[in-house]
């Protein structure tokens, strides 16, 4: 299964969004913290997720690589 972070890099980039634009959306001051996370050397908080998930319409489950179903439930 699919890890965080290339979950993240696939959905950022699927709907042409920046690092920052991400970072924005989180309310995070840099991008470099996003940087990380697609690189798979950190995670985001329950926050942070529960907001990318939400931004996304996506499971939480299919966001953090526990499902490869993206669909709410």
Do not use: C
């Not at 690092?19 to 996003?34: C, E, G, T």
């Not at 798979?40 to 329950?46: L, V």
């Amino acid at each position: 299964m699919s890890t965080l972070g290339q979950r993240l890099k696939e959905l950022r980039e699927t709907n042409n969004l920046t690092q920052q634009q991400i970072a924005d959306i989180i309310q995070l001051k840099s991008w470099r913290s996003v940087a990380y996370v697609e690189a798979d050397k950190r995670g985001f908080d329950h926050h942070q997720l529960i907001s990318l998930a939400d931004y996304f319409d996506i499971s939480l489950d299919y966001l953090v690589g526990r499902s490869d179903n993206p669909k709410l439930m």
